[in-house]
């Protein structure tokens, strides 16, 4: 490990957090914290999920299967079990980490569209037995009566402020964790399996193992998106396994960049700004967002976040 | 080293390799010669696990390798490069080789930020010196000119130290100049590391220079082999594959 970017890395990460905590101070209302813990939980979903379509080439449509799977697995816990937060969050990256590696290793042994469709196939059955199984989930309506937030360690996630800072501070671990995880050996891994898999099997390289376990990590991080809109909410709605939530993050992906690291946190806060937005100017939200996803995937390929480090790239070494 | 005995592999009703019977000794430098379709590449493919043959044994030492999957041959010491250079586009070279030396030493699925460590670095700078491809270590795979990217594709098996190297047209699509460089550069790797070398080649000029020895293949089987002397005289060789016109040019 070379100490130094390690320590850079931490001290970016830190102050990001610092800037993200202290940013109420300039933003004092409240349509802006909630903003950010809408960001939280998309950006770390879109990331998540780029770890597998950006990084190992696997174009998931069903990953809101994790987001889901996250929401209503924290809620229940919660809920049902009285659990306190902790127990409860580490318990469902558990059952995530669970989920994922059953529906991976059915889903990462078949190919490109196959695979996708499996994908998307696994994410309707929960939100198949989501809405079914109306005794436990609520069905349709969601989860009713609220989810309990009990203070751990003296922190009151009741309390928005302390909901704020809380999110914040999985959105910059998460990030922080999945950063250090894309320039790790394993990181390499995956990105040599995206350009050539077959090569990667000649030089040893197990390919359906690195998937399997790209697929988990990404189907952890993904249910820690829907755990913290689950905690934003208080409670689970069947829309969070839906299969739009899927598609939600791919255009995050490919409006921020999906060979940018950071492309998807930016996708984030575009599409969530133009929700916002375009919500508030024109009824015809779905009509003004599939015109600016067109321009995006005819005109803009490399996404706002690639284009721009792109063109940066291509200035310095003109000038150089 | 390298024992092949009465492999057989068909596809459909075509039997592309039609009871071959082989042995490559450590550290030699070997040619396997042939027309198109003679089944070299596939014979490639049965050792390196891309196909399971149909019938037959694929020795390394003692070990029969015979059916075992890619990545458990690469394990065991065999490596390749192709016909057609097959590199990660998107990664430098530097990453390239790192990622097969990470691979080669079973550190591929570490998710700890323990990378790029000092032995990795060492060995990649190593692999990168064999092939003179240092200068251009963080130049994108994808943008080298072809015959880099076919150094590269060597480069990424020399980076798992085989014991036996197969290269599959090591000068296919270079020019006549660039064709001596390449040779002589597989040549002096070969010298310095003295693995077994199997290497596939269709310039006669190239096979008869470097080549200790000969297997000519044609229809799946094994047609004839020997020392290049004897190959070029050989009648059958000279009537399947390399012609009359070869044997007269040679005077």
Redesign the interface.
């Known amino acids: 490990m070379r100490g130094s970017t390690v320590w850079r890395d931490t001290a970016i990460a830190v102050a990001a957090l610092v800037v993200l905590v202290l940013l109420p101070l300039a933003f004092p209302g409240k349509a802006f914290s909630d903003f950010v813990i809408r960001l939280s939980a998309f950006a770390i979903f879109a990331t998540s999920l780029n770890l597998l379509v950006g990084y190992t080439g696997l174009v998931s449509f069903g990953h809101g299967l994790f987001y889901g799977l996250g929401a209503y697995s924290f809620a229940l816990m919660m809920q049902k079990l009285g659990t306190s937060i902790p127990v409860a969050f580490v318990a469902t990256l558990g059952v995530s980490a669970l989920i994922a590696t059953i529906v991976g290793a059915i889903c990462i042994r078949l190919k490109e569209i196959y695979f996708s469709f499996l994908t998307l196939a696994f994410q309707m059955l929960l939100h198949s037995i989501i809405i079914a199984w109306t005794p436990l989930t609520g069905g349709d309506q969601g989860l009713t009566g609220g989810v309990p937030r009990p203070p751990f360690l003296g922190i009151r996630l009741d309390d928005p402020h302390h909901l704020y800072v809380f999110c914040c501070v999985i959105l910059v671990a998460s990030l922080y964790v999945m950063w250090h995880l894309v320039r790790s050996p394993f990181g390499y891994t995956m990105r040599m399996i995206r350009d050539n898999p077959r090569r990667a099997e000649f030089l040893g390289v197990r390919v359906w193992r690195v998937r399997l376990l790209a697929f988990v990590v990404a189907g952890v991080f993904g249910s820690v998106g829907g755990l913290l809109m689950s905690l934003f909410v208080s409670s689970a709605y069947p829309d969070f396994a839906y299969w739009t939530i899927s598609g939600e993050a791919v255009f995050m992906i490919l409006m921020g960049g999906i060979s940018v690291f950071f492309g998807p946190l930016v996708g984030a806060v575009m599409l969530l700004l133009l929700n916002d937005v375009v919500t508030r100017m024109t009824e015809h939200y779905s009509l003004m967002l599939g015109i600016i996803i067109l321009c995006f995937a005819l005109g803009l390929r490399k996404g706002l976040l690639g284009f721009v480090l792109w063109a940066w790239a291509r200035r310095r070494a003109s000038t150089s | 080293m390298l024992t092949v005995e009465n492999l057989h592999k068909s596809f459909g009703g075509v039997n592309a390799i039609n009871g071959i019977d082989l042995n490559f000794d450590e550290g030699t430098l070997t040619a396997v010669i042939g027309p198109n379709g003679a089944g070299k590449t596939s014979f490639f493919n049965l050792i390196?696990g891309?196909f399971r043959p149909d019938k037959g044994r694929i020795l390394l030492g003692t070990e029969d390798i015979a059916g075992l999957?890619?990545?458990e041959i690469?394990?065991r010491g065999i490596?390749?490069a192709?016909q057609i250079a097959?590199?990660?586009?998107?990664?430098t070279v530097r990453?390239?080789i790192?990622?097969?030396v990470?691979?080669?030493r079973g550190?591929?699925?570490?998710?700890?930020?323990?990378?790029p460590l000092a032995e990795a670095n060492a060995q990649t700078d190593e692999v990168m010196d064999l092939v003179g491809l240092t200068p251009k270590a963080d130049t994108l795979s994808g943008n080298l000119s072809h015959g880099d990217q076919k150094l590269l594709d060597i480069a990424?098996a020399l980076?798992?130290e085989p014991r036996v190297l197969l290269l599959d047209e090591p000068t296919a699509g270079m020019g006549p100049e660039e064709r001596w460089q390449m040779i002589d550069t597989v040549h002096q790797l070969w010298q310095r590391k003295r693995m077994t070398l199997i290497f596939i080649e269709h310039d006669m000029d190239i096979v008869f220079k470097y080549a200790q020895t000969i297997r000519v293949l044609s229809y799946g089987t094994v047609l004839a082999e020997g020392k290049p002397d004897e190959i070029r005289n050989h009648p059958k060789v000279i009537e399947a594959y390399l012609g009359t016109a070869y044997e007269k040019g040679r005077g």
């Open positions: 390196t891309a999957s890619s990545p690469v394990k490596g390749r192709f097959s590199i990660f586009p998107s990664l990453e390239t790192l990622g097969a990470n691979a080669h550190w591929h699925t570490r998710l700890a930020r323990r990378f990424l980076a798992l």
